[in-house]
T-cell receptor, first 118, second 113 residues
Framework: AQKITQTQPGMFVQEKEAVTLDCTYDTSDQSYGLFWYKQPSSGEMIFLIYQGSYDEQNATEGRYSLNFQKARKSANLVISASQLGDSAMYFCAMRGPGRNNAGNMLTFGGGTRLMVKP | GAGVSQSPRYKVAKRGQDVALRCDPISGHVSLFWYQQALGQGPEFLTYFQNEAQLDKSGLPSDRFFAERPEGSVSTLKIQRTQQEDSAVYLC???????????FGPGTRLTVL
């Protein structure tokens, strides 16, 4: 079974500073994918960044980067130059390889609420 | 292009009523997923469709939950005899293929009184 753990229920960051949101995972699969989604108060899950388990380079997408440490089973999200619009819930999720007819469903962590202070 | 849409955005039901939640995936997306998100928690998988075939329904919490996608596009999640514990946000996601990034709709917030 797959498990995602996000140990920070809430985080504050000053506008324009960088912030790291923690995510650890547990899986026995060799092939898997890790995702970060942002969920503002409107409720929609917005895809931010993806890291494959065989990717050698850490993923980056604009101000988002993923600090992937495979041996430690961690996939922390780093947001640089925080903006007020970054205030939201952030979810780490894992996708397994899928078996038989099973879909590649996502397993989510409990989320971290990020609040950016002006 | 148009994203995933869901309707209604909000639904209030009395305990015991039946409800139907609709998901319109991105055009051409083969795979469709339903998730349930309780207040303050991360989403949890309910069921998965590949085209019109429901290939995985292992996450449906009881036989009161039923999902369909008869023509391989629009999907409906039906909950019969709603209970208070069914109160949650129901999220739909679609992908072009089986192992691609999932794109989510805005969700339907269901409140059972």
């Amino acid at each position: 079974a797959q498990k995602i753990t996000q140990t920070q229920p809430g985080m504050f960051v000053q506008e324009k500073e960088a912030v790291t949101l923690d995510c650890t995972y547990d899986t026995s699969d060799q092939s898997y994918g890790l995702f970060w989604y942002k969920q503002p108060s409107s409720g929609e899950m917005i895809f931010l960044i993806y890291q494959g388990s065989y990717d050698e380079q850490n993923a980056t997408e604009g101000r988002y980067s993923l600090n992937f440490q495979k041996a430690r089973k961690s996939a922390n999200l780093v947001i640089s130059a925080s903006q007020l619009g970054d205030s939201a819930m952030y979810f780490c999720a894992m996708r397994g390889p899928g078996r038989n007819n099973a879909g590649n469903m996502l397993t989510f962590g409990g989320g971290t609420r990020l609040m950016v202070k002006p | 292009g148009a994203g995933v849409s869901q309707s209604p955005r909000y639904k209030v039901a009395k305990r015991g009523q039946d409800v139907a939640l609709r998901c319109d995936p991105i055009s051409g997306h083969v795979s469709l997923f339903w998730y349930q998100q309780a207040l303050g928690q991360g989403p949890e998988f309910l069921t998965y469709f590949q085209n019109e075939a429901q290939l995985d329904k292992s996450g449906l919490p009881s036989d009161r939950f039923f999902a369909e996608r008869p023509e391989g596009s629009v999907s409906t999640l039906k909950i019969q005899r709603t209970q208070q514990e069914d109160s949650a946000v129901y999220l739909c996601a679609s992908t072009p293929g089986r192992a691609d990034t999932q794109y989510f709709g805005p969700g339907t917030r269901l409140t059972v009184l």
